[in-house]
């Protein structure tokens, strides 16, 4: 029966930096198949813009438009 060789990894949080060791990780033991468990994306930060007398932000692709006291 030959021998299967697998990598495993998770929760990379949106870093490109371990992606890429973990493909270069899988070349370089020369596995079989790659599994990737858990968080594909980082975390999702919404920026809100301060304009002259409002703040707008942008989530999920729709404009909110906010006065200061209803930031929280």
């Known amino acids: ?8 990894a998770s929760d990379f949080h949106g ?5 890429r060791k973990f ?5 370089m ?4 198949y790659l599994f990737y468990g ?4 980082g ?6 813009l301060r304009r002259k007398d409002y703040f707008e932000a942008y989530y ?3 404009k909110h438009v ?3 006291n209803e930031l929280q």
Do not use: C, H, R
């Not at 029966?1 to 495993?8: C, T, V």
């Not at 870093?15 to 992606?19: E, L, P, Q």
């Open 1 to 8: 029966m030959p021998q299967i060789k697998i990598l495993y």
């Open 15 to 19: 870093s490109t930096i371990f992606f």
């Open 23 to 27: 493909v270069n990780a899988s070349l």
């Open 29 to 32: 033991y020369k596995v079989d």
């Open 38 to 41: 858990g968080d594909v994306s």
């Open 43 to 48: 975390k999702y930060f919404v920026p809100i």
């Open 60 to 62: 999920p692709n729709k």
């Open 66 to 68: 906010m006065k200061e």
